[in-house]
Nanobody, 127 residues
Framework: VQLQASGGGLVQPGGSLRLSCAASGITMDYYAIGWFRQAPGKEREGVSC????????EHADSVKGRFTISRDNAKNTVYLQMNNLKPEDTAVYYCATDLEGRQRFSCSHYGRNYDTWGQGTQVTVSS
C-alpha cells in the first residue's frame, strides 16, 4: 500500500490550494483518511479526517470554515481543499490511512491511530 500526497506549492495569503492523496494497493473509500501537517520546529498536527463507514468529517479548530476534505472514489483519491490560506498554514502536509479499520464512524486527529503514511507535500503561504 502506498499513499501519495501532492498539490502543494507557494500561495499568497488568502489564496487556495487543493491537495490530493492518491493510493495504490487499496480502495480508499473503505478506509479512514487523515490529513496532517508539520511546520518547522512544531509537532505534527491533525488537520482534517474522514471516517470509513459513514464519511464523518472532523476538522481541527484552526482550519474550520476554511478547509474541506472529500473523496473522489472514481479516482481513488481524497482531497483537502484549503481556502483563505494564512501564513500559519505553512507546513509539510501528509495524508495517512487506518488500514486496521478502527475509524469507522468517527475519525481521529491523532497520528497514532493511522498506520500508513504518504510522503509529504510542502505548502508555503507567503506574500
Amino acid at each position: 500500500v502506498q499513499l501519495q500526497a501532492s498539490g502543494g506549492g507557494l500561495v499568497q495569503p488568502g489564496g487556495s490550494l487543493r491537495l490530493s492523496c492518491a493510493a495504490s494497493g487499496i480502495t480508499m473509500d473503505y478506509y479512514a483518511i487523515g490529513w496532517f501537517r508539520q511546520a518547522p520546529g512544531k509537532e505534527r498536527e491533525g488537520v482534517s479526517c474522514i471516517s470509513s463507514e459513514d464519511d464523518t468529517i472532523e476538522h481541527a479548530d484552526s482550519v474550520k470554515g476554511r478547509f474541506t476534505i472529500s473523496r473522489d472514489n472514481a479516482k481513488n483519491t481524497v482531497y483537502l481543499q484549503m481556502n483563505n490560506l494564512k501564513p500559519e498554514d505553512t507546513a509539510v502536509y501528509y495524508c495517512a490511512t487506518d488500514l486496521e479499520g478502527r475509524q469507522r464512524f468517527s475519525c481521529s486527529h491523532y497520528g497514532r491511530n493511522y498506520d500508513t503514511w504518504g510522503q509529504g507535500t510542502q505548502v508555503t503561504v507567503s506574500s
